[in-house]
């Protein structure tokens, strides 16, 4: 393979590191909610002690926000889980609408952050194939990160998956400004590694505002 | 006279919440759901102290807080982070922050915090007007001047 495993180790160990702050910070607004609702909690029981009348419908309110946060949590968890359970095997079968669903609620916050909507068009068909699950969520959040940039004005990216024959396809839509210069960006050495490593290829109609990524249906041999 | 804060942070379940603590603990609360209305606010009322969190979208606390100690450099400003990083911290200060709390947060530390800024705040405040009434007396045309 000509891109050494150190390129994308290294760039593998941010990229981990990343999601993992990013789902810590997740969490922490998840835990700072319940905790001020607890307070809430707190002070209206110390209220009632002082003989204050206490509205037990606001009571309930404030523990179904608490609920509904732990709910938050647990999903944030669940991925977190997912993501690094991504790791366990250097090769193994994907459903690769499942995957998209994962990187997509991952980048959640940093789209959020940037407001813009991700949206993911349920595939008509489950669609799957055997490589390297992380470095193909690698790539896919490489790709996700450059098309939140480029998104045009109503700040949307749409995901859409596609077979055909054995080649499964990518497509990242509403995007703007995918010239040359703009596409040369892209292909830093990380993003490089990653798809040759997967044996994926990307490209580009500026006309319709997509960004394709192609992956080979079957296997790909890791290393040559 | 009750201490004027403004809340600002994205999460609109977390800002309902501690808005009603402090609303019960006697605070006068206003709340601000993104840096740009915080900024829009401070322009047309006065707050004692700003608690800001950092991670927004749009205009980031960061950012918020440059703003603001550009028209408003008394008010005091509390910064409010998800990441317990010293980085940010200082970054925060640099910029001329009171302090900073790492959420989520225990209320009565917040609120000693609160109470600290709202006395840093008022007493620069005397500082500045007894420094103005001493440049008053101590002026050529001053009629307070003894002869």
């Known amino acids: 393979m000509k891109y050494a495993w150190d390129t994308l180790g290294e760039a593998g160990f941010q990229f981990f590191g990343k999601m993992s702050a990013s789902i810590s910070h997740e969490i922490k607004n998840a835990l700072a909610i319940m905790n001020e609702n607890a307070g809430l909690l707190e002070d209206y029981a110390s209220m009632g002690e002082k003989g204050i009348s206490v509205d037990l419908q606001r009571l309930k309110s404030l523990a179904g926000n608490v609920r509904i946060q732990i709910q938050r949590a647990d999903e944030i968890v669940r991925n977190m889980n997912r993501f690094a359970h991504s790791v366990d095997r250097s090769e193994n079968a994907i459903e690769v609408g499942e995957l998209l669903a994962l990187m997509t609620a991952l980048a959640h916050r940093s789209a959020t952050m940037q407001g813009v909507t991700l949206k993911l068009k349920p595939p008509q068909k489950l669609v799957t194939i055997t490589t390297n699950q992380f470095f193909l969520e690698h790539l896919i959040w490489l790709f996700l990160e450059f098309s939140m940039d480029k998104t045009g004005c109503d700040k949307i990216v749409e995901l859409i998956l596609e077979k055909e024959g054995s080649a499964v396809r990518i497509i990242f839509t509403g995007l703007i400004g995918l010239q040359p210069p703009t596409m040369d960006s892209f292909q830093t050495d990380a993003a490089k590694a990653l798809l040759e490593a997967i044996g994926a290829k990307v490209s580009a109609d500026s006309g319709k505002g997509e960004l394709v990524v192609t992956l080979s249906g079957g296997e790909k041999p890791l290393g040559s | ?147």
């Open chain 2, 1 to 147: 006279m009750k201490t004027r804060i403004l809340l600002v942070d994205d999460e609109e379940q977390f800002v309902q919440a501690l808005s009603e603590r402090l609303t019960l603990r006697g605070y006068d609360v206003t709340t601000s759901l993104s840096g740009e209305d915080a900024l829009e606010k401070l322009k047309h009322y006065n707050y004692e102290v700003v608690i800001l969190d950092i991670a927004m979208p749009g205009l980031d606390g960061v950012t918020t807080l440059r703003e603001i100690k550009k028209f408003k450099p008394l008010t005091e400003v509390i910064m409010l982070t998800g990441h317990a990083t010293v980085e940010t911290a200082i970054e925060g200060m640099k910029l001329g922050a009171a302090d900073y709390l790492v959420k989520p947060c225990d209320t009565e530390e917040l609120m000693a915090k609160i109470n600290k800024a709202h006395q840093k705040k008022a007493g620069t405040e005397e500082r500045i007007r007894e420094a103005k009434v001493k440049d008053i007396i101590s002026s050529p045309r001053s009629v307070l001047k003894k002869k």
